[in-house]
């Protein structure tokens, strides 16, 4: 199959019909149309498919069946499955603001990234609790440079809100299927594996900080609890694709030792100010203090 265009914007879902229309419905407000849609569907029981149906007539879309499950496989499928030299990866519980497509492509002709990214803003659908703060909902706050530049070697570019040269995936195996969601099991890192192979093999990583999408913040996610499960399952996965050694663990644990006790002590202090709550400090040093346990307890030697 080939397209004329240069573009695909690629969905990976899973049982969010509902959340899927309101992402598909931002690219069809988009200013520019000249894009495919490619839905991957892993292994969705609800009415996914009637909702990708009700879309056929206003974009240029079609879904295909991923049965491995797991985000990863569902994004090498939808790379494998792309007619276009590029491919974007948007959340299906996200929303592409309206220019997002426009600025993509004037990003591809104007830069010579392997592969660059946006940043995305919170989105409370469902509400905000008080003691929730922005910050903890974006990724803006790792790009305080404005514009289109490309990323240092602690920058990566967040996989909800990303864009690929397609031969660059190709050439790199793509995502790492071991790491990453599945189905309702939380984990992470198979992003930051890719790109770190992408630079190994030559390749620019840039970010355009006017590419944006809002993305869903739902209330199971502003508790105390999910961050903790989500820096215990960044930190299981942290060593995954480095090489290591003994004397890089000793500086890791030291170096989460100093963490830990700066951010405990300044957790304490900011509790005087009105706009930061216990829950506020619970996140910040539970979060920490679990990524560097978890880091250290599943470290392995590597070469």
Known sequence: MTSDKILTVIICTYNRASLLKYCLDS????????????????????????????????????????????????????????????VAYL???????????????????????????GIYLPWYKEGKVKWYKDSYGSNQKFFKQK??????????????????????????DGFPTDIGMNGDILSYGEEIVLQRQLKKNGLKLGINTDLLIDH??????????????????????????????????????????LSVTFTVFFACFKLFKRDFFKENAKVEIYSKFQFYLQSILNYKSRT
């Open 27 to 86: 690219l069809v407000n988009q200013k520019c149309n000249d894009f495919d849609v490619l839905v991957i569907s892993n292994n969705c029981d609800d009415n996914t498919s009637e909702v990708v149906k009700s879309f056929h007539k206003i974009l240029s879309i079609r879904e295909v069946i991923e049965k491995e499950q797991g985000l990863s496989f569902a994004r090498n499928r939808g790379y494998r499955e792309a007619a276009t030299s590029w």
């Open 216 to 257: 869903l913040v739902p209330l199971r996610k502003q508790k105390v609890s999910f961050f903790i499960e989500s820096f215990q399952n960044k930190g299981k996965v942290y060593w995954h694709g480095k090489k290591t050694n003994p004397g890089k663990l000793i500086v890791f644990t030291i170096q989460g030792i």
């Open 147 to 172: 514009g289109v530049y490309e990323l240092s070697g602690i920058q990566f570019i967040s996989g909800g809100n990303a864009v690929y040269d397609r031969m660059a995936l190709m050439s790199s």
């Open 91 to 117: 959340d299906d519980d996200a929303m592409a603001h309206s220019n997002w497509v426009k600025v993509i492509l004037s990003t591809i002709k104007s830069y010579d990234f392997g592969a660059f990214g």
